[in-house]
């Protein structure tokens, strides 16, 4: 008997052990059932909370589907192509054709004989483009077409505003979506308008294809290169070349093709001074050195002359002058420009080349062999001159030329993405720099058709062979100038 208390307690012991063990074994199972629990929990809000959220992102996908279908709708309703016209130049100029007889008439005619060479190409590219109605822009300066249509004969000179003006109006009445603006006076107005015309449709979903006549010059590469890497651009843009194109266009990815059923197919032939017909802008003259504006005025006695007792004698230059004008020191109109034209110099006086400021802005002068001939620059002052050499050479400026020549500089953004000094010039000392750029040769030589153009395109020294210009560009016949409307 003594023996059993102790193995009772031994065996209580046990018992308590074996409690306690199990005890910490429903501890750990009700702290993890608890912990499976809130898991349990945070599951279902999440997903509850993924169940709002992909129902109402259903929602907003159905919404954003049923934008998606109206807009394309909308744009599919709405699609076009677009032709935008510089004509401004000859080469975009249309036929002589439909300027003869009623002008009004004419404007129509050509409209829509281009809206159907518009759609035959249309067609033979993408039959469902050739449906889409066609939207035409094309601008030029109403002053310029006149006085270019009547110096080549086509229009009469006495008419031609007026003849420009119902062709413009008959051009633009022949379809809604047609538009004749005439820009005004003004360099590059045209040009402006068309580029922002084509940034304003080149990347609407709504514009299908794009029709660009500019190819003339290379005045529009800069800008046709923004977008080769915007395939959707790109695949859009149709290049509308003429009889004349510029060499930088051969470069880029676009598509082109022509109309010469509907614009010129040659270069204006713009007659001579004295030859019948002629309406040619030329400034003749008694002296070898182009007249500068002073000097189409009467003679005045300066400072630096001595009066004369004799009588002046009048030059042709004058004599023709007030012919069309009466006003002295007044720049001359085209009437003025037409009557000096007009006279013919008598024999054994050259033609000397006009000045740059008795040229409009897009008229440019070539040779009997269309080399581009340089008009002459007015005098440059001794004083600008010394101011030039002292900013360039002892302060070290280098001035950004388009800026200071052509009023626009493709990387100026205001003059902060320009490397060259926008720092404002003088008239006077933007001449020297045009006397200095025009010592430096132009790389499309005598092919250059750019009226901003202010480097040399020849030279007549007598050492070709030396010369920083090729040897094509010496001993062009300058005397033969002659004017083209660009």
Not at 27 to 43: E, G, M, P
Not at 163 to 185: E, I, N, P, W
Not at 249 to 266: D, E, G
């Amino acid at each position: 008997m003594d023996g059993i208390p102790v193995e009772f307690g031994l065996y209580l012991d046990q018992v308590q052990r074996q409690s306690e063990q199990n005890l910490g074994w429903m501890k750990i199972f009700n702290d993890r059932v608890t912990q499976l629990s809130r898991l349990y929990r945070d599951a279902c809000r999440d997903l509850e909370r993924e169940r709002i959220a992909g129902r109402v992102a259903q929602e907003q996908a159905e919404i954003i589907d049923e934008k998606l279908r109206v807009l394309e709708d909308s744009a599919a309703r709405s699609a076009f192509v677009l032709v935008l016209i510089d004509a401004d130049t000859d080469a975009y100029l249309f036929d002589d054709k439909y300027y003869r007889d009623d002008a009004a008439d004419g404007g129509e005619r050509a409209a829509v004989d281009l809206r159907a060479a518009v759609r035959q190409h249309l067609q033979s590219i993408d039959g469902a483009l050739a449906g889409l109605p066609i939207v035409v822009k094309a601008f030029a300066s109403g002053d310029g077409l006149a006085y270019i249509l009547s110096k080549a004969g086509i229009i009469r000179q006495g008419d031609a505003q007026d003849v420009v003006s119902r062709f413009t109006r008959g051009f633009s009445q022949a379809d809604d979506m047609f538009d004749f603006v005439l820009v005004g006076k003004g360099k590059d107005r045209a040009d402006h308008k068309l580029m922002a015309a084509f940034r304003q449709f080149a990347e609407n979903p709504s514009c299908r294809r794009i029709l660009l006549a500019g190819c003339h010059d290379n005045g529009y590469v800069r800008m046709l290169e923004k977008y080769v890497r915007n395939v959707p651009v790109a695949e859009k843009v149709t290049l509308l070349k003429s009889f004349q194109t510029g060499s930088e266009y051969a470069a880029l990815p676009f598509a082109s093709t022509s109309m010469a059923s509907v614009f010129r197919t040659r270069r204006l032939s713009i007659p001579r001074a004295g030859s019948p017909g002629n309406l040619a802008v030329q400034y003749p003259s008694a002296v070898y050195h182009p007249p500068s504006l002073v000097q189409m005025s009467p003679k005045r006695e300066t400072a630096s002359s001595p009066p004369s007792s004799a009588p002046s004698t009048p030059t042709i230059t004058t004599i023709a002058l007030h012919t069309a004008s009466t006003k002295p020191n007044s720049s001359p109109t085209y009437a003025a420009r037409a009557a000096v034209a007009a006279f013919t110099p008598p024999s054994g006086i050259s033609r000397p080349v006009p000045s740059t400021t008795s040229l409009p802005d897009n008229v440019i002068l070539v040779s009997a062999n269309d080399h581009r001939i340089d008009a002459t620059l007015p005098p440059k002052s001794a004083g600008a001159v010394e101011r030039i050499h002292h900013k360039t050479t002892i302060s070290g400026k280098r001035y950004c030329n388009p800026f200071h020549l052509s009023g626009s500089c493709n990387g100026s953004g205001g003059g902060g993405g320009c490397n060259y000094s926008h720092e404002p010039l003088s008239v006077a000392e933007k001449l020297v720099l045009r006397h200095r750029l025009r010592g430096e040769k132009c790389h499309e030589r005598g092919r250059c058709r750019d009226p901003r153009c202010f480097y040399g395109h020849h030279c007549g020294c007598s050492s070709p062979k030396k010369c920083n210009f090729s040897v094509g560009m010496h001993g062009v016949d300058v005397e033969s100038w002659r004017e083209v409307y660009v």
